[in-house]
């Protein structure tokens, strides 16, 4: 079982920054892949970065590529999403997941992981 607690999240104005982190409970955090996704107002939830257990793998969605990055430290068992150049449209409710395994073709579907975090706002103003 794992636990997964977002924070970081608040309001910010178009063009600067902000850094979400999740942290995980466990002893096997290395083992698994972390994912972001986030949820706009009144739309579905969509991806939006992965990375491997390791870390040495991530994946973007072509939305928030070149403006936001993944990381994570197994040490702390925590993921992070540091998020630069926001877009009003990054508004939306960000959420952590954890899955054990996946394809390039399953890692961006939210019904493919198997844990999730409650997520943390986070609003840009323009």
């Known amino acids: 079982q794992v636990q997964l607690v977002e924070s970081g999240g608040g309001l910010q104005q178009a063009g600067g920054s902000l850094r979400l982190s999740c942290t995980a409970s466990?002893?096997?955090?290395?083992?698994?892949?972390m994912a972001w996704f986030r949820q706009p107002p009144g739309k579905e939830r969509e991806f939006v970065a992965t990375?491997?257990?390791?870390?040495?793998?991530?994946l973007y969605a072509d939305s928030v590529k070149e403006r936001f990055t993944i990381s994570r430290d197994n040490a702390k068992n925590t993921v992070y999403l540091q998020m630069n150049s926001l877009k009003p449209e990054d508004t939306a409710v960000y959420f952590c997941?954890?899955?054990?395994?996946?394809?390039?073709?399953?890692?961006?579907?939210?019904?493919?992981?198997?844990?999730w975090g409650k997520g943390t706002m986070v609003t840009v103003s323009s």
């Open positions: 997941a954890a899955y054990r395994s996946a394809t390039l073709g399953t890692m961006r579907d939210p019904s493919r992981m198997d844990y």
């Open positions: 466990g002893r096997t955090f290395s083992s698994v892949a």
């Open positions: 990375i491997s257990g390791g870390g040495s793998f991530t």
